[in-house]
Every structure is written in C-alpha cells, then in structure tokens.
C-alpha cells in the first residue's frame, strides 16, 4: 500500500501535509492490534486531523448508500468519528492527517508515550518528518524516498490536477474528476470546500487532505499563478 | 463492472469519476456503458458514489424537459442517481484486475488490502532491509493510466537479468511462472490493472546501476513508472542513501519515515497494552 508515496508537487505544496498511519504486521504483531489501532485514532482525534480513516471501512468523507435527493440543495452529512473507530474489526492500515507541524509533533509525542508497539510512520518531507522525530526524542528507524514518475509522462494531466488527484494514491479521484472540481471552483459552481469533500468522498483510506485540496482548489480558481 | 441500462438515465456523472476512463454515453442508446476492455474492476464507480434510488423513467422525463427548455441543473457531482452500476461476477484471469485495482481488497498473496505490500512501513519489525541495504518499490501505471502485465514483465525480466532476487511476499511476484527470469503467468499478461507494484532489494552500492536500468525500461513502456527507494537507518537514525541519490542526480524531498516503534512480542504473549493508553 504505497498510496501517499508518491504524492505530486513541489516541496513547498508539502508545507501542510501530513499523513501519519499505523499498521500491525502480518502473523507477527497482529493478533490483538485492534484496540491498539482504536487507540491511534482517539489520540489523533484531540490534535485536529483534517482527515482519517481505516484502510479497509473508509476515511472521515464516505459515499452515502442512501442519499435524499435535498442533498442536491443542501447536503449534510456529519462525520461520524466514532463509528470509524467502531467498525475497526481487524488488522488494517490507520490513518490521520495532519496539516501542522505542531500538531503533527504533539500527536508523534503521546503515540510514542502510548507504546502501542505497531509499526508507525510519517508521510511527508523527509527534514520535516525528521525535524519532528528529533523533537519528540525519537530516532527513525528506515525512510523509504520517493523518486518521482517515469516513463511515458505525457501521458499524466497537469500539475494541479496531479496534485489533487494524487492524494488519493489508490487512484480513486480520477483525473478527470480533480479536473471537473477545478473547473466548477473557476466557475463559481461549487467551494473550495464543497469540491474538496466530493473528491475526498472517494479516497477509501481517508489520507485524502482536505486543507491542501482547499488550497489547490483556490489556487486553480486564479489559474494558478 | 456493467451499469444497468434501464437504470440509467445518462446523467454522465460516473463517466468523470472513472479512474481510466472506461465510461461514455452511447449516443445510439443514450446510455452510460463500459468498455470492458478498459476497465479494471477498481470498483470506484459502484462503491465511490452516493445512491438515491430513483425511479428511472421519472427522472428521464424530469431530465428531457429541462433538456427541452434548455434549464441547466446542477447536481452534486458524485451521486448515482438510480443505482444503476451493477458489479459483475469475475471469474479467472478477469479477477487480477480487481486484486490490483480495488484498494479496500486483500490480496490473497500477502494478506494486506491496497497493492498488498508492506514496504519499510513495517521494517521496525520485519528488519526486509537491513543497513547498507536499499529496497526498490517500482510501481507501473500510476497515477491514472493503468498497465498490462506484458509491460510489467518487460521490467521484471531486465531486472531478473541483473540477478535481482523479486521480494517474495509481494503480489506481483505471486504472479511470476519463473521469478529467477521475471516471467509473469501467460494466462494474465493481457489483463489491464489500475496499478501494480514490484520489489526487490539489494546493496546501497548496486542502486545507481538499477536506477539506471529501471529508468532506460521505463521509457520504452506505454504507461507510467513510479519509483521509490528505501533504506534502514544507523543509530543515530541517518543513512548514505540520500547523498547517494543526490549524486545521482535525484531530488528525494518527500517520502515515508519509520518510526521504529514498532516491536515483536514475546512468543506467547499477549500485549496487555492494547488500548490502554486512551
């Protein structure tokens, strides 16, 4: 599950994103690994993520199975944190993203006082994620780079649509979906916000950032100066 | 993946949500359908979007005459308005596509869900790569572009032919006939997935020479490479890897860092931690 490795941008793109997730390896540290991934989650819970999820049951933003058709009007849907955490009923990948650094080094502090003894890591810049290791009295284990695309590039879209969809790693924000967001941000047709939440709905692992995403949206509305 | 075609009304909606673009309207039916060829079984389109329900031949009527009156609206992007895409059953080869394509599906191979590799995100407790050792994760048709596994097999037997050793508990390798020659099974080679990732490791002083050959095969295939490398740290949590890559002209800025937090059990055991520190 590579699916915020290879993440398009600049360094300075990076400047808010922050994924950090959990995960218990196979017939090694598994057996009693769900309580623990609760745990991971109610802790980033009081550091503001602005997203998480579980790799198996879906992030904060999820598609509705039964949707009233007012939501085309208004469209509500709360973010039921707890039900998250309930549904965890197996070894799965965890996940919380993080927009700050400050909030991102208080969370690495109280997961390394929790000793939850799973696998964790940081996904984001290397010196910022190295930074926050040093502060919060951690030595990192192994790093693992991301060296960038290859190969036929012509056939990828543009760089802010790269930027959006690339936030969901799986693939699952389309190209053509990031693009079809930004043109009805420029239009006028939705907000930042309200075209953020559409295309996280479809990251499976909630490691979509809809702080970045809010940012890209804006950007591409002024045509990306 | 098949979508209704009573169900649908050609809102369209699911054509810009398809990861590679496997969906149109058939003008000589005025329906959505999916070029079976193209798709990959991801599933995005039948699990990613909301559901209303509605009855098909209201909202038809509803949709021609806002067409007649030329009234634009302007629903929510990501909604199936009549539930119209239906999964179909897969049998074998069809069935890789979804295993490499459906994030939320494990894979058989390796027991984990997404691409069903665990990398150096476990290494705190795996130890896969030592010091001095460098993991390659080679990733073929992401972001968006999807790949066959004939093109796959193009970087496994190059890289076979430098004597790399494929990881074992890897997806792709569960698809090899030979590893030792990177030869792939015959009977998936066509099969087009949305995206597949290879490893392998080897020693920090063989990575400028594998970076050079992943880079000349990756630009004869039609699709696109994604490459990351990794490295286990020293003591004092540094590595020779990133001036390695820096001298090779690589710009290595992002990527995921193991905490090392990680630990095995005693044989036996059961950690009384588990959820104590909530």
Redesign the interface.
Known sequence: MTNTLHRYGDAESFRDDFIVFAMPTRGVNDADCVEKLRTFLRLALKHHPVNLGDARKGGLYQPTPRLNPSAHWRRQEPLRTDEILERIDGPTTVSAVFDNRQDLVAFIEELKAADLGLSINISGLRDEANRCCQQAGITRHSVEYSLGFRGQMDRLPERPVLELSTMCGHGMISANFAKKMMDWVKEGRRTPAEAARSAARFCVCGVFNMTRAQRILERARHGNP | MRIDQWRCVACGNC???????AIHIDPGVGRAVINEDACVE?Y?CF????????FPPMVRAIRRVAKAFRFR???????C?TDAIVPTELGWPRVVRRAFSD??VEHAA?????????????????HR?GEGET?F?V?FG????GVRFHEIQRMTRALAELGVEFEKKNPVTSMMSDPKRGEIREDVLNEKI??A?VEFKTTLERVPEL?GR??EV??G?????????????D???Q?R??DL?AGEG????????????????PAGS??P??????
């Open positions: 054509l810009a949500v398809c990861p590679v673009g991801c995005n699990r990613g979007m909301s559901k209303e329900h509605l609206f302007d629903p929510e992007p990501d909604i308005p994030p939320v390796t027991g984990i869900h997404g691409r069903g590799t665990e990398e150096v995100k476990t290494n705190d407790v795996t790569v993991g994760v990733e992401r972001p968006g572009v949305l995206s990732i970076l992943i880079e990756a630009e295939l039609s699709t696109v490479v994604a490459l990351g490398v990794s490295t286990r740290c003591s004092a949590g590595s890897l990133p890559l690589y710009t290595a800025f992002r990527g995921k860092t193991n905490l090392g937090l990680g630990r095995t059990p059961v950690d931690r588990g959820g104590s520190a909530s």
